[in-house]
């Protein structure tokens, strides 16, 4: 059913729930994970371009990390990965990944921000689930461990 699996990561730990449920989901399906990190340079509001240029850098040289750790537990699960570094606004380009390279199942996590929070930074997840052609499965941060 499910053969290529998308799962956008920002690098933090609050996707590793997310990342356990793609990999059990891969594995059960022999599905291809594809890990997508998006600098978000839709967010970087900054007159100056130097300053500009070295926070986009940063985040550039965080992606790598970010999907490679993903990589590394895709390989230590026998799961085949591969990986993907996307600019613009976040929503966008997950939502434009999974078009273009005909994904079958989107598995994101959430961080769970509520009320003013959620309000004023927005959902990433919220937006890919609301727009997305494809189904989503969304993993709440910390989830797993409350379910223990």
Known sequence: MFRTILFPTDG??????????AL?????????????????????????PD??????????????????????AAAEAGVDCTTAVARGAPADE???YAEDEGIDL?????????????????????????HSTMPVMLVRSGAREERA
Do not use: C
């Open 12 to 21: 933090s730990k609050q996707t590793e729930g997310a990342l356990e449920t």
């Open 24 to 48: 059990d989901v891969a594995s059960q399906y022999g599905a291809t994970v594809h890990a997508l990190y998006v600098v978000n340079t839709a967010g970087i509001a900054t007159a100056d």
């Open 51 to 72: 300053s500009r240029r070295q926070i986009v850098e940063t985040f550039e040289n965080r992606s790598d990390d970010a999907v490679e750790a993903v990589a590394e």
């Open 94 to 96: 997950i939502l434009d």
């Open 106 to 130: 989107v598995v994101m996590g959430t961080h769970g921000r509520t009320g003013l929070g959620r309000f004023l930074l927005g959902s990433v997840a919220e937006r890919v689930a609301r």
